[in-house]
């Protein structure tokens, strides 16, 4: 797929992009209120996580990678939204692009191919977490049809301080 910088390869991930998919993540962990981790992963201890995403079902894994060089530039999950048997026709979705990446359509990238393999899954209701404020997350959200449904006021606190999370749906 073209983007404005060449192309870019949108595919299942793989137990190679382990440690790229894990330094990715851990940016987020140290730099920014995006995730709630306070504590940076080693590749082995992220290994369950790519694991519990195979390349069938509801819970999926999608990377981007340049086509060239293969550089992991993105991915986005679909994940349980709650353990209990009730939830399973939910999701949990998110995305992460690499820092240097973003702007280039790579979210969109990853969030199509992600709808459209769950299009085929037995999936309900898609939920997004967006730590507050976030507006680049928020618009690519409602660009795929996901509508707001509430904030949990300073649910979370990172770098001294409390975040809100809005919550966004999208029926699938």
Do not use: C
């Not at 992991?72 to 349980?80: E, R, V």
């Not at 048997?85 to 949990?92: D, G, I, K, L, N």
Request: aromatic letters at 12%.
């Amino acid at each position: 797929m073209p983007t404005e910088r060449g192309e870019v390869q949108v595919r299942p991930g793989v137990e190679a992009d382990l440690q790229a998919l894990t330094d990715l993540y851990n940016h987020y962990v140290r730099e920014t209120s995006i995730t709630f981790d306070t504590t940076v992963f080693t590749a082995q201890e992220r290994r369950p996580w790519l694991l519990s995403h195979p390349e069938d079902g509801p819970h999926r894994l999608k990377v981007a990678a340049d086509a060239d060089t293969q550089e992991i530039l993105g991915y986005a999950t679909s994940s349980a939204y709650r353990a209990k048997p009730a939830y399973e026709t939910s999701v949990e979705v998110t995305v992460y692009v690499a820092p240097h990446a973003g702007r280039r359509g790579i979210g969109t990238l990853l969030y199509k191919a992600l709808f459209e393999d769950l299009a085929g899954e037995d999936v309900h209701r898609a939920y997004a977490g967006i730590a507050q404020p976030n507006e680049a997350s928020t618009r690519l959200h409602e660009r795929f049809g996901f509508r707001y449904v509430g904030t949990y006021r300073e649910v979370g606190r990172k770098f001294g301080r409390y975040w809100d999370v809005a919550w966004y749906e999208k029926e699938l």
